[in-house]
């Protein structure tokens, strides 16, 4: 039986969603650092307005999208279209649907969508994340280390 997901666009109304996403991406990296649940929160706070503003300022014409599971929103993808490249900006679900096969049909998604326009796919992710083999196993591969970072490309358009 194929998955139920829905991907919308992002509004106003979404933002707490999206640093509560933020938070479970990162929030083990943080409690390492044996700071107070304040000083971790600000820190938290901090670094999702740095990764907001950054993505605002790189990718001004990017397009921010929920991914829901049945009505649930349970992720957020952002893609940037370029004149021969659709680049994945961000994609993040939430840690009880991760492992599940949902990355892999919105990744699948987006292939779809770059084959029907001739488009290839670019990415890039942070080396050791097990986000790389989702990546691999879809046909992604590594043209490039840039610390810390992959960027890695799934072919569309014949070079």
């Given at each position: 039986m194929p998955l139920v997901l829905k991907v919308v666009n992002c509004t106003s109304e979404d933002e707490s969603f999206m640093y509560k996403l933020f938070v479970s991406t990162r929030i083990q990296e943080f409690t390492l650092l044996h700071l107070s649940e304040k000083q971790i929160q600000s820190l938290l706070k901090m670094q999702?307005?740095?990764?907001?503003?950054?993505?605002?300022?790189?990718?001004?014409?990017?397009?921010?999208?929920?991914?829901?599971?049945?009505?649930?929103?349970?992720?957020?993808?952002?893609?940037?279209?370029?004149?021969?490249?659709?680049?994945?900006v961000d994609i993040s679900l939430l840690p009880e649907y991760r492992g599940k096969g949902y990355g892999t049909e919105i990744?699948?998604?987006?292939?779809?969508?770059?084959?029907?326009?001739?488009?290839?796919?670019?990415?890039?992710?942070?080396?050791?994340?097990?986000?790389?083999?989702?990546?691999?196993?879809?046909?992604?591969?590594?043209i490039e280390k840039v610390d810390p970072y992959l960027a890695m490309r799934f072919d569309v358009v014949q070079k």
């Open positions: 999702y307005d740095a990764q907001k503003n950054s993505f605002h300022t790189r990718f001004p014409n990017a397009t921010y999208e929920m991914i829901y599971l049945e009505g649930v929103r349970i992720g957020r993808m952002i893609t940037d279209k370029k004149r021969h490249c659709i680049h994945l990744i699948k998604t987006i292939q779809k969508v770059a084959i029907m326009e001739r488009m290839d796919v670019t990415l890039y992710v942070l080396q050791g994340n097990p986000a790389q083999n989702l990546y691999e196993r879809c046909g992604f591969y590594v």
